[in-house]
Structure formats: structure tokens, C-alpha cells
């Protein structure tokens, strides 16, 4: 079985141009920083990735194959209010995922009082996609507490934008007292997960967000199985 999964890499491999052979995925992290985000909730979110990126779980992850992830990570609420984190970059050596933890660490919040324009998150992360180092997977995650207020949903954002070859993974912070637990989780399920594979990580509050990133993390860069490779992964 073992030597199975490693010829069907070979040969996945032996196909592809020599660029993408340099990168396995290409994972854009998007973070919800609209006005149901107040000041420390956003500090448990960035503290979060943080501490996931540098956890030992996540670090066994990004460094359990030889070819590395590419990471991006950038914020997002209004339609016009979104902004690059960390640009992308090539995590190839332990040194580099320090570096990339230690730029969103040093982030500050760019935007707080914009509502929740998830469609144009979503546009905004194809078109970060379309210039990430050629991989072969590209993920994009996204992370909120509420549904969309503003602007087209994510329906359109996947039917207008590029998104056929992208997985989009999200990450439900149960903590708006107004939206209703069964409600954010169904809309994430029926309308953000896209492409094979797609999965939803739970947050019970911003408090426990740094264990939902960590896990979804480690999912996600779980170097892929047989059936991840053909498409025939569960969703959801």
C-alpha cells in the first residue's frame, strides 16, 4: 500500500512542469477582522495562527514531505477592506516558518468597523492564488463569526472568480451571541466548503481558536492519500 501511494506520487509528479514540482501546496490563510471581531478577539486570532504555526504538531506537518508549502496570510471585512499579513512565502526550512509566525506576529489590524463581505474575501483570495508559486494543490482558508452582510455571497465569488483547481476550508468561530450556533455552521457547510476534500474546522470561541487553527493545519498539509490525489476525498 505504502509503496502504492509513493509510485502514484512518482507518476503525479512525472507529469507536472518542473516549477511545481518545487511546491507541494499553496495555502492562503484569510482572517476575519470585521466589526463583530472586537480588539482582543483579534488578538486571540493572530495570537492563534501563531502559536499553531509554531506548534510541534504543525511544524511536523509543513515538513513531513520533501517538497515545501508555500504560505500566505492576509485579512479581510469589507468589500474594499482587505490586506496582505504575509506575502507569500516558501517555507522550506524550519528558519523560514519561524520568520513567517514572527510577520504575523507583527502584524497590526488594519481595518475594524466594516461589516462581513465574504464574497469579496473570497474573490480577493483567487486572485492572491493566481500569483502564488506554482504548486500542486492550492488551499484557501476561510476563517469568520458570522455570515456574509455585505456584498455578493461566496455562490458568486466561485461561479466569477478562478477557483476550479482551489480547495477553500473553513474555520467557524462560534462567538457572535447573534448568530446561531446550527445557523453559522450550515451556511459555512452550504456555501463557503468548495472543491474536493473541503472541510470545517470548529472554534468554541476566539479562546480556543489556536486549537481549531492547529488542527485544521494539520489536515491540511497531511501530504495527500490515493484518494485526495483522484478527487474522491470527502467533503464537509
Wanted: with cysteine; aromatic share 8%; hydrophobic share 45%.
Amino acid at each position: 500500500m505504502v509503496k502504492a501511494a509513493i509510485l502514484l506520487t512518482v507518476l503525479v509528479l512525472a507529469g507536472l512542469p518542473a516549477a511545481a514540482q518545487q511546491c507541494r501546496l499553496a495555502l492562503a490563510l484569510a482572517l476575519d477582522v470585521s466589526s463583530s471581531v472586537d480588539a482582543s478577539e483579534d488578538r486571540l486570532q493572530r495570537g492563534g495562527v501563531v502559536a499553531a504555526l509554531t506548534s510541534p504538531e504543525v511544524k511536523a506537518a509543513f515538513f513531513a514531505s520533501d517538497l515545501p508549502v508555500a504560505l500566505a496570510v492576509y485579512e479581510w471585512s469589507g468589500r474594499y477592506n482587505q490586506e496582505i499579513v504575509l506575502d507569500w512565502r516558501m517555507i522550506d526550512s524550519p528558519r523560514a516558518l519561524i520568520e513567517a509566525a514572527e510577520v504575523v506576529a507583527a502584524s497590526k489590524r488594519s481595518h475594524n468597523d466594516f461589516p462581513t463581505a465574504m464574497g469579496y474575501a473570497l474573490g480577493y483570495g483567487a486572485g492572491l492564488l493566481t500569483r502564488a508559486p506554482v504548486c500542486l494543490r492550492q488551499t484557501l482558508d476561510m476563517a469568520g463569526d458570522g455570515q456574509n452582510n455585505e456584498g455578493f455571497g461566496p455562490s458568486r465569488a466561485y461561479a466569477e472568480f478562478p477557483f476550479d483547481q482551489v480547495t477553500v476550508n473553513g474555520l467557524v468561530v462560534n462567538a457572535a451571541d447573534f448568530e446561531g450556533e446550527v445557523g453559522l455552521i450550515a451556511f459555512y457547510k452550504a456555501e463557503v466548503l468548495h472543491g474536493p476534500g473541503a472541510f470545517l474546522e470548529i472554534a468554541d470561541g476566539f479562546e480556543d481558536y489556536e486549537r481549531a487553527m492547529r488542527r485544521k493545519l494539520e489536515r491540511e498539509l497531511r501530504p495527500p492519500a490515493i484518494g485526495a490525489l483522484d478527487g474522491s476525498a470527502d467533503a464537509g
